[in-house]
Structure formats: C-alpha cells, structure tokens
C-alpha cells in the first residue's frame, strides 16, 4: 500500500517529463517556425501480468521526433479499453488500476492512440486461487484430556477452560514431549457452579464452535490461544492455526472434536477421565473468615535506614510453619507470612525494638509503620512452586514483644488473619552492606567502568522470557539477556516493556527510564545484591554496570536471527555501547522451542525466596 500511494505522487512528475513543451521551435530568423511531426513510444512492457488481487500498473510513454513536415500534432495521445474492471486514471495518463479477480484467469488491451498511430498494450490476470477443500485425512483418537479451569479470570461472564488433545502429555515442567501431538483448545463455557477443591473439573455438555473474532462468549472456542502442534526429535515440527473447529461434549463424558488444518480435516476423539486442573484457590475461605495461623519458625533481614535515611529502621520478618531448605527457599506445602515494618533507628545490638506496628497505605516509611506493599500471606503447593493461596495485607497490626509476635489483619481476600509467634526472632540478616555503593570504587555508584565501554558480545546466545503485563502498563514485559559463553564475555540483562499485550514481538527502539510505557526499558537498579532491570555485566562478575539512560535498539532480520543494539549510559555518565546479531532459540531447533507456551493472559507465577529482596519478590 505504502508503493502504490508514493507512485501516485511520482506519477504528474513522470508525465510532466513525458510530454513536449510545443510541437514546434522556432526557426534560425526569429520569424519562421519549423513544425515538426511527433510519434507515441511505449517505453515499458507491453504486456503486464497482475495476481487476482489486482493491483495498479502504468503505462510509460513519451512522444519522439519523426519529421519537421507538418501538421502540428495533438499534444497528448489518448488511452481507452473495453474491460469493466480495468479503470483508467484520466488526470495521470497511463495509470491504470486493475479490479480483484473472482473468477477464471482474464485479458484484456488497454489502446494507445495518437494521431493515425494506434499501439496496443496487453494486461493479463491471474484466477482466484481454489481454497482447498477439507478432506478426511486425520483420525487421531487422544489418550489424554489435560487442561486448566480459570473460571471468570479472564472473562466474567464465561467459564474459561484451557484443554489439551494429547498423546503422551507433557513432561513435569509442563513443556511438550518429543513426538508427540498437541490439539490446544481454549474453550468459553457457562461457570462451574461447584465449590474449588483443587483436582479436576469436567467441561459442561454441549457443542463449542470456532469463533475467528475471540469474543470469549459462552459456547465458543476462541482463535489466538486454539493450535494443532507436532514435535519431532528435537523441535516443534509443525504449528498451525485452526481454520474451523468444532467440540461435541457428551452427557457420557465424551469428547468428539473436528478441525480443519491447513484445509484437512482431523477428526479428534477422546473418553475416559479428562484430568482438567481446577485452578481456583481453595484455601483462601470466603470475606469475613477468620484464619489462625502459629508459626513455628521466624527470621528477618535488616537493612538500616536505606528507605527512610535518619527516619526509620527497615526490617522484614518472616514467619513460617515448616521454614526454609538449607538454600533458604521456602518449602512445599508451607505456609508463610511476612511482615515489612519501619522501626526507630536502632543502635548497638541489632534486635527487632518491641511496640505495636500498623499499615500504612501511604508509603510515609516512618517508625512503627508495616510497609503494605511487601506485607503478605501466602501458601505453596505440592511442588513448593505454585501458590494455593496468596494475600496482601489492607489494614491491621502486628505487635513486637519479649515473648512473641502477635499480628492480626485483613487480607484483600476479606480474610482475617490472626499469626502469633512464641519467641524473640534471633535470626537476623544484616544486608546493610548490600544496599547501594555496588561500585568498587564506593561513592554511592553501581557502576564498577572507569569509563566508557565498546561491549564485545561475540559468542553470546540470546535468552528470553515474556511475562505479560508484568508492571501494568497496558504492555508486554520482556526480560532478554544477551549471554556470553565464556568465563570473561561481556553480557546484557534488558528489561523491556513492548508497545501492546500479546503481540510478543522484541523488535523496536527501547528508551531506558524508570517511567515505563511503550517501547521503555527499566533503567538497572541494585536489589539487595540483585541486578534488577537493565545491566552490563561480564560473565565472571568483575565487571558490571546499570544502564540508566539511552536506548536500545531491537531488530528483526527476518532470517531468525536478531540484531541487539545498546547505546546506554551508567549511573557514572560512562558510555556503554555495543551490537549482538545472532539466531532466536524461539525460530531455530532447540529444547527451548519445544516449550509449552501457557495463555500469557494467566501470568507467570514464580517461587519466592527469602533471599530475594523484597522488591524482587514479584519477580
């Protein structure tokens, strides 16, 4: 489109060029004139050929000398045809547009006239292409039913069901087997009125049909999340898209489905016990429930008055039933509780001073103040992986003394939490020492160059993970590293906010701020020894630097591959610069392709660790 609008434009300057002043010049005596006697000349094909979607074409002429006999000849010549569906622009001679094409292949001559001359250009156009049509080629009777229920996460007045046609499944990190077959169907059914109970749920009876436009109504199967899938040895060796789709549930249990791939049909079959993961929380108890929890094990970072300088202590108590492994990550059916309070500033011996704390919505960090932002509840599943269960605190307090912690709080869940704790929490981390000052030299710098780099990435792969609208900006987040392979390579960490949701496409200039929007990337800051956001780093960690400002710059080759360009600045004003162009592991063959892609809508849920720092816990 962007050709055929510059071409009209160009077009007036092309005929201008074309035609002639004046047929005539005048003679050597100033008095005489010569005329002269002109000829039309096709200077392009003369015969052009258009696919049946039609398109726009021109005819390239101009007038040539033939004799100095008179008469004065007509200026322009004249363009005509008989065929209805190729229109002639008058005010741009030659231009012509050709009219899509529903049927057989077609012809017709578009006459140039001039004078007594008469030339002939010929415009051929192709047929409409057949749509091939479904034939029975796939019966494929699945083993296995698996999915997830999200009930109205998504959609309110629909009951959201992922599900899975499959052979052998997936393995435990939830990826795709090799060889294997994967029919995915994101289904919109009436809600399941049964009360969570954490196992399987069964899709109500009926008949779901393809919808192309993802309105999520009852009754449907939506389009972007719905795919045929076939993996090799090593790869996923096939991907489409379903043209038409059809599921039958039965009052029996049973599963008739019926799609179309790349115009063949595959009939899809499946009886037996659909495993389809309830994924509604079922601990939480519903608004005014009262949960007592006592917990058997505490510990607590300090780390000073870093938040509120010559205000407040900071400290952060966590409480648990069942603790931490010896790597200090929590442990599989547990259950936590944090609370991130101010305190005075404490001297001499670092213990946690008694008094009663409260929540603060506002965020003044001032002494006796719970920090609501990183005060929370939460329990793990079976694999200490996924939460059961998860609130943040609204309003409450916790209470310090000699003989224990003793908190009571309402969740966001509507849940009250009463948590006690017999004891004096001893186990106390003093990461005062990690807070800031990350540079060698001190001075308040993250950054350890001396000054500016030209970063050498040769050898480096590129990783990458999408995690939905991780900051809730109406964007993608991305987190992309540029990874050397060798002891003393220079790497990227980029932290990067796309221009919408869902559409997963890195390519693009990425402006580094803490304002973050469409096409921004999260300037880098130290968490508690953490690079978080955007950083330079060389791989044995002698060398590293957060980028605070400029840009980077993403583009697609079109070949698999990428081009990484960063032109950024450190909290030191040090220039850091550098290009990586290398193969995208989502493209090329590798394990990583063979991924299981879950609705990015759904978000990533991660495992939190005691030694993340509080603002990594969301990450």
Not at 235 to 258: I, K, P, Q, R, T
Not at 265 to 291: L, M, N, P, Y
Not at 565 to 592: L, M
Request: net charge negative; proline share 4%; with cysteine.
């Amino acid at each position: 489109m962007k050709k055929f609008f510059y071409l009209l434009l160009a077009l007036p300057l092309v005929f201008a060029a074309c035609e002639p002043d004046a047929p005539v010049e005048p003679g050597n005596d100033g008095g005489n004139e010569t005329p002269k006697e002109y000829a039309v000349e096709i200077t392009s094909n003369a015969e052009m050929e258009f696919p049946a979607e039609g398109g726009t074409g021109v005819i390239e002429w101009g007038l040539k000398e033939v004799t100095r006999n008179s008469p004065v000849p007509e200026p322009v010549p004249a363009f005509t045809t008989e065929a209805e569906w190729i229109t002639l622009d008058t005010e741009n001679l030659g231009a012509f547009t050709v009219a899509a094409n529903e049927g057989e292949a077609r012809e017709a001559v578009i006459v140039v006239t001039y004078l007594e001359q008469v030339e002939q250009v010929k415009v051929k156009q192709a047929a409409k292409a057949e749509v091939p049509q479904p034939s029975d080629e796939v019966v494929f009777e699945a083993p296995m039913l698996v999915g997830y229920y999200y009930h109205d996460e998504f959609t309110p007045d629909a009951g959201n069901y992922y599900i899975f046609f499959t052979d052998n499944g997936f393995d435990e990190d939830g990826d795709m087997l090799p060889n294997s077959i994967y029919y995915a169907l994101d289904v919109y059914a009436p809600l399941c009125e049964d009360e969570p109970t954490g196992d399987f749920v069964a899709l109500a009876e009926g008949t779901y049909t393809f919808d192309a436009n993802d309105t999520m109504v009852v009754g449907t199967i939506g389009n972007e999340y719905s795919s045929y899938t076939k993996t090799n040895d090593t790869s996923v060796e096939v991907e489409e898209s379903f043209e038409e789709a059809e599921l039958v549930v039965s009052a029996d249990g049973s599963y008739v489905l019926n799609v179309v791939v790349a115009g063949v049909k595959h009939t899809v079959t499946f009886s037996g016990e659909a495993q389809i993961a309830d994924t509604r929380e079922v601990a939480g108890g519903e608004e005014g429930t009262v949960k007592e929890f006592e917990a058997a094990e505490a510990m607590a970072y300090y780390r000073g008055d870093y938040y509120s300088p010559g205000v407040a202590d900071n400290f952060t108590i966590m409480l648990s039933d069942n603790g931490w492994d010896a790597d200090g990550w929590e442990l599989p059916n547990s259950t936590y509780c944090n609370f991130d309070i101010y305190t005075e500033i404490v001297d001499g011996e670092l213990v946690i001073p008694n008094g009663t704390y409260t929540i603060d919505p506002y965020f003044t960090l001032d002494p006796y103040t719970i920090d609501i932002d990183y005060s929370f509840y939460y329990l793990l599943d079976d694999s200490g992986w996924d939460y059961v269960e998860v609130s943040y605190f609204s309003e409450g307090t916790v209470t310090v003394s000699d003989s224990g912690i003793v908190a009571e709080l309402l969740g966001e869940n509507g849940v009250t939490y009463k948590v006690t704790y017999n004891g004096v929490v001893t186990n106390i981390d003093d990461v005062t020492d990690e807070m800031g000052g990350g540079g060698e030299g001190g001075d308040g710098y993250l950054s350890t160059l001396e000054s500016d780099l030209n970063c050498d990435f040769t050898g480096c792969e590129l990783d990458y993970t999408w995690y939905g609208d991780f900051y809730e900006v109406g964007c993608d987040n991305c987190l992309l590293y540029v990874s050397p392979t060798t002891e003393s390579g220079d790497g990227l960490q980029l932290d990067l906010v796309s221009d919408t949701l869902e559409s997963y496409v890195l390519s693009g200039e990425y402006t580094i701020t803490t304002e973050l929007g469409a096409f921004t990337a999260y300037c880098g800051w130290d968490n508690y020894g953490y690079m978080e956001g955007c950083w330079y780093y060389k791989a044995d960690l002698t060398q590293y630097a957060p980028l605070m400002s400029g840009n980077v710059t993403i583009i697609n080759n079109g070949d698999t591959t990428f081009t990484i360009e960063v032109n950024a600045y450190d909290d030191r004003g040090n220039n850091i610069t550098g290009s990586w162009t290398g193969v995208d592991p989502n493209q090329a063959p590798s394990e990583q392709a063979m991924s299981l892609v879950v609705k990015q809508k759904q978000g990533l849920k991660h495992q939190v660790s005691n030694k993340m720092a509080k603002k990594s816990l969301n990450r």
